[in-house]
């Protein structure tokens, strides 16, 4: 064993060190570059001298092309000297040509673009379903850590953008995951200090939303979506450019938050609908009044705020309760055309009850049921009575420093803080059966099937904070006649958990109680079990540094075939601590490699590709058969996938066909306990195999018509693993099979202009939330089907949408049974100025 791991160290060294004289090499020239490249930089407008976005800019002859962003300025970097016509274009529409002389190592600033259209017009164009596909994002910048189009790219990942989350009056990133392929909600967020926000399923794996714009960026609570312009979900294992504090083997979800732009404008939102629901929202953007109007401007100010109160639909008896407040303020320099700093924060505030989580007791066999259609619960009933209230709140802070070096080269400097606190009640349930041995226990109890232990975990003022400082130096220039896009990174993360579980058990009762019985698990009583010396105390004080480098490298062979190499090196330094129990100190080390191709058999149409990704995770010290206490090998997650992309019919259909194979290795394996601590004992020689397919669809198949679809299997075992579960579905692999559905027509001319209706849902197949050779329990496929209607005008935008249209009882789970929130109708009424 330790040969292989020494062959497989200095294998990784190896490579390593390729790619790093790869990267000097590229380097070496860098002056010699600087000195014979240039850059071109320009801004498009509209005829009312409105910043124009999405519109394709092209190098006439050549393959250099780019889209102006939300400003209308665009940039092509590392441009032989030459002269050239500039191509700007809009489907349907003549091009404009603008001829284009590039010097050396200078930036070549084209006059500003004005095109005949005015905003609205372009609006117009941007939903007119022959011309454009208006949910497809084609390009991003933190997938890869560098500009990259989707047809470039060898990983597979998913957008959902700002317009079908307000087309569907999404206002939580909840509701905007239902949009992305492969992936199901498992866990409602707690709020807990240290839980982290929902927890998710991708390929088999858990997952949860803890990056923003590419780096750390934790939420504990409901996350609110006022401040998201785009929700990226990026698939497999992706510890290479990403490290494994923040991701998992199924992949990522990062969210891109609202920019300042160059336009004074805002909007202000009011929705109200089913179970009190109320909400209102402004988004608000202000710009430095003194810069010269055909001049990007030099400082920029952005605020978006929500405040959103829900009951629960469960409400028969106690209705729990949910408010949350989202502020978050952006501000953005310009001091010069080389160097821009932007600075941000988000703040969220929850008070609440949460939702009802039902635990199971063992063995499961014993319940008399073992689908959640079937059991005894009320489905509208509330369990708990008042009082048991949690606030949560977590706080980002961001700072990024972009500085362009030279036209081939970009400096960008990240800084950021997350943090979460926590304070109060958090109800738990578990379902336990009517045994003989059970009622000799609890003589006072009535008669009855099953019976319902309440219980408490609370969190008192407990804290978890990250800081991440992270360096890129990215590059975009020829070798000989290779084009390099290049990115070096180093990473500091630090991770500080100050978490105080108190956990205890209130009462038990029978399911079927009156409404009195089930009132007195509320507050008071909880606080009086406590009192009594009831109850236990759960410390985390873990704290963790660690220390990364990278670099990826996309070579173009040829114009159709590019290949990416990247290594990451890792270094953890974990100071032990609490984690419910003494954790021991440790140090380690370890590489994560990722390679990937792609060949466009016919350009910017179609890509076929293939990767190979890694990720892994840091056990720590462990106890084995023969009473040793080793260091855990990192436990690694290797994955090789292929598939094809298009970007066909003139931009309208855009997809994605994917196969993957995830291969888990060195997992600890559960061989008991030990007789005097009861500390687990293991063997570190578990696998898990995860492979599925996974189809994703945006289209504009007519005018008007849009189309956004996915389609998902997984299938997912354990192997070599504890005899109870060998050769099973993991019970947090959620169900194989998953569907995603959205069409949406919107009238692009005429009197109804900006009339528009969307139907779609979501179906997963059954889910075994417990799987082992006694315990098994089924949730049971569902489809849920949503609907909105909008009326959307330059000045305002009139909105409604129903939620569970068919009023379907489902249920998810994370090892539980949890349901699911019932039919609602909401309406919502924007001013826009």
């Not at 349907?92 to 040509?97: F, I, N, S, V, W």
């Not at 007791?361 to 059991?375: H, I, V």
């Amino acid at each position: 064993m330790t040969h292989t791991f020494t062959t497989g160290l200095v294998s990784s060294l190896k490579a390593f060190a390729a790619l790093l004289l790869l990267l000097v090499t590229a380097l070496l020239p860098n002056s010699l570059l600087a000195q014979t490249n240039g850059i071109i930089r320009g801004t498009v407008r509209t005829a009312d001298a409105q910043p124009a976005e999405q519109i394709n800019v092209a190098l006439e002859g050549t393959a250099r092309g780019t889209a102006t962003d939300a400003q209308g300025a665009y940039v092509l970097r590392g441009v032989v000297p030459g002269s050239y016509t500039l191509v700007i274009s809009l489907l349907g529409y003549e091009p404009k040509r603008v001829p284009v002389e590039v010097k050396a190592a200078e930036t070549t600033r084209v006059p500003e673009i004005v095109l005949a259209e005015s905003a609205q017009q372009l609006r117009e164009v941007v939903v007119s379903g022959n011309r454009t596909n208006k949910f497809a994002r084609k390009q991003s910048v933190d997938v890869n850590k560098m500009p990259l189009d989707n047809l470039e790219n060898p990983q597979v990942y998913a957008t959902v953008g700002k317009e079908l989350l307000t087309e569907q009056l999404v206002f939580s990133v909840d509701e905007a995951t239902r949009n992305a392929p492969g992936l199901q909600k498992m866990w409602d967020a707690t709020g807990r200090g240290g839980d982290g926000g929902a927890f998710y399923a991708a390929r088999g794996f858990v997952t949860q939303s803890q990056l923003r714009n590419g780096v750390a960026g934790n939420v504990t609570g409901n996350i609110d979506a006022a401040n998201l312009e785009k929700l990226e979900v990026i698939k497999g294992p992706s510890a290479t450019l990403f490290g494994s504090a923040l991701t998992s083997y199924g992949g990522l979800l990062n969210r891109v938050t609202k920019k300042p732009t160059d336009t004074f404008g805002g909007e202000i939102n009011v929705a109200a609908g089913s179970y009190g629901f109320h909400r209102v929202s402004a988004d608000v953007n202000l710009v430095d009044q003194s810069t010269p109007a055909d001049q990007p401007k030099t400082l920029g100010f952005r605020l978006n705020t929500a405040y959103t109160y829900e009951d629960n639909f469960q409400n028969k008896g106690y209705t729990g309760f949910n408010k949350n407040l989202a502020v978050a303020p952006s501000l953005q320099w310009r001091p010069t055309d080389r160097l821009t700093v932007n600075l941000d924060a988000e703040v969220f505030n929850g008070r609440g009850t949460g939702n009802q989580f039902i635990f199971f007791y063992f063995p499961s066999a014993t319940l008399g049921f073992d689908r959640a259609d079937q059991s005894p619960f009320d489905y509208r009933q509330s369990y708990q009575g008042p009082g048991l209230i949690q606030e949560s709140r977590s706080t980002n802070l961001f700072g990024q420093v972009r500085y362009s070096i030279s036209p081939s080269f970009t400096a960008t400097t990240y800084l950021t803080s997350s943090s979460s606190y926590s304070d109060g009640n958090s109800a738990y349930f578990y379902l336990t059966p009517s045994t003989p041995g059970f009622r000799l226990r609890h003589p006072e109890l009535p008669a009855a099937d099953n019976y319902l232990v309440r219980a408490d975990q609370s969190t008192d003022n407990s804290r978890r904070q990250l800081w991440e400082a992270q360096q890129l130096f990215n590059g975009d220039f020829q070798v000989g006649s290779l084009r390099n896009r290049v990115v070096l990174g180093l990473d500091f993360l630090r991770v500080d958990s100050d978490i105080n579980f108190i956990g205890g058990n209130a009462d038990t009762v029978a399911l079927s109680s009156p409404r009195p019985v089930l009132d007195q698990f509320n507050g008071t009583n909880m606080n009086a079990v406590y009192a009594r010396g009831g109850g236990g105390r759960y410390l985390v004080t873990t704290k963790s540094n660690t220390y990364s480098a990278f670099v990826s490298d996309v070579l173009n062979l040829t114009e159709q075939l590019s290949v990416l190499a990247a290594l990451r090196v890792d270094h953890v330094s974990n100071t032990g601590g609490l984690f419910y129990s003494p954790v021991a100190a440790y140090k380690q080390t370890t590489f994560s490699p990722k390679f990937g191709m792609v060949y466009q058999p016919v350009k910017d149409r179609v890509s076929v590709f293939a990767n190979y990704q890694n990720s892994f995770n840091n056990l720590g010290i462990y106890l084995a058969e023969d009473g040793r206490r080793p260091l855990a090998r990192p436990e690694r997650a290797n994955q090789w996938e292929g598939g094809v992309k298009l970007d066909a019919a003139a931009g309208r259909l855009s997809a994605t066909v994917s196969y993957y194979d995830i291969r888990v290795q060195d997992r600890l394996r559960l061989l008991g306990y030990a007789p005097t601590t009861f500390e687990a004992v293991n063997a570190q020689d578990a696998t898990q195999r995860s492979k599925g397919v996974e189809v994703n669809i945006t289209a504009n198949p007519i005018s008007g018509l849009n189309v956004v679809g996915g389609f998902s299997y997984n299938d997912s075992k354990f192997e070599n693993s504890p005899e109870d579960v060998n050769g099973r579905r993991p019970n947090t692999a959620s169900s194989p099979y998953l569907a995603n559905v959205w069409v949406s027509y919107r009238q692009a001319e005429g009197a109804l202009r900006g009339l528009g209706a969307g139907f779609g849902g979501n179906y997963a197949s059954e889910n075994r939330v417990l799987n082992t050779n006694t315990n098994v329990f089924t949730l049971p496929s569902y489809t849920v089907l949503n609907a909105s209607i909008f009326y959307d005008q330059p000045k305002y935008r009139i909105s409604a949408k129903v939620d569970n249209l068919t009023d379907k009882q489902y249920w998810t789970g994370y090892t539980t049974m949890n349901a699911q929130r019932l039919r609602s109708v909401v309406g919502s009424l924007a001013y826009k100025f």
